[in-house]
């Protein structure tokens, strides 16, 4: 499926209509990804966060917001909490479809066409690499048979490990 792609990389440097913030619930940043999409965008994306705390309360695992990209070569930042890793492991892999799923909600809500999305969930949240990847492009690719919004999905890998595991499953 062309509407598919798959870069190593850094995520804060794609010139994509809107990237996928792996966020934690507060919404204020965080390590990995939440901190370097926070650190590069500028405080126009905390600023936007902060909005949403107060109107909602931060955000829920499974769950999507939309902010400004700030400095970001992107337009939007859609903040996404994945699950942490631990206890039913059925529910946090349906968590992790939903974090997927919402994200491209938003996005379509917003008039986005293109997104890139992280590996959600696979660093300290510590969900295996293999079947976060397979939950990830599964819940992507059955969203895509029913959209014609969304012209293109990236996937961008920071590490070999997960670039290799989609390349495999792509």
Request: proline share 3%; charged share 20%; with cysteine.
């Amino acid at each position: 499926m062309d509407k598919i792609a798959l870069i190593k990389g850094d995520i804060t440097k794609m010139h994509t209509d809107a990237i996928v913030n792996a966020a934690n619930s507060s919404l204020l940043g965080g390590g990995g990804v939440d901190g370097a999409i926070h650190r590069a965008g500028g405080k126009a994306i905390l600023e936007d966060c902060i909005k949403i705390r107060n109107r909602q309360g931060g955000c829920p695992t499974g769950e999507a917001v939309i902010t400004t990209a700030g400095n970001l070569p992107a337009k939007y930042v859609i903040h996404t909490v994945g699950p942490v890793y631990n206890g039913d492991k059925k529910e946090k892999e349906l968590l992790l479809a939903n974090a997927y799923r919402n994200s491209l909600i938003v996005a379509v809500e917003n008039s986005i066409k293109t997104i890139a999305f992280p590996n959600i969930s696979t660093g300290v949240y510590h969900f295996p690499k293999q079947r976060a990847a397979e939950i990830a492009i599964t819940t992507v690719k059955d969203f895509l048979k029913n959209d014609a919004h969304i012209d293109q999905v990236l996937f961008v890998c920071f590490d070999e490990e997960n670039y290799s595991l989609y390349q495999t499953l792509l």
